[in-house]
């Protein structure tokens, strides 16, 4: 079994920065790929990024290229999501997945942290 724990949401302004950390217990995440989807109010469940087990990939919803960055630390046992320039739109809660098919697709992740709100303000 895998227990995942999302942290660092919050409110910021539309532009400003937040870094979601995401901690890992049970088995070993290294050799699990990792990715964050985001459900705002109303609205389906979307990818946002995604990281093989090693980090040497990663992929991006068209959304938020060039705005977040994913990383991981198989040492710490943890997944960041480091997100800039925020906008309204990026409003929701976000949750963390780890599972061995990697990818954007909530299909590949077996096991779910319990979400962390982020809230921009206009």
């Known amino acids: 079994q895998v227990q995942l724990v999302e942290s660092g949401g919050g409110l910021v302004q539309a532009g400003g920065s937040l870094r979601l950390s995401c901690a890992v217990s049970?088995?070993?995440?290294?050799?699990?790929?990792m990715a964050w989807f985001r459900q705002a109010p109303g609205k389906d469940r979307e990818s946002v990024a995604a990281?093989?087990?090693?980090?040497?990939?990663?992929d991006y919803a068209d959304s938020v290229k060039g705005r977040f960055t994913i990383a991981r630390d198989n040492v710490k046992n943890t997944v960041y999501l480091q997100m800039n320039s925020l906008k309204p739109e990026d409003t929701a809660v976000y949750y963390c997945?780890?599972?061995?098919?990697?990818?954007?697709?909530?299909?590949?992740?077996?096991?779910w942290g319990q979400g962390t709100q982020v809230t921009v303000s206009s």
């Open positions: 049970g088995r070993t995440n290294s050799f699990y790929a």
């Open positions: 990281i093989s087990w090693s980090g040497q990939s990663t």
């Open positions: 997945a780890a599972g061995s098919g990697g990818g954007l697709s909530s299909r590949s992740y077996d096991y």
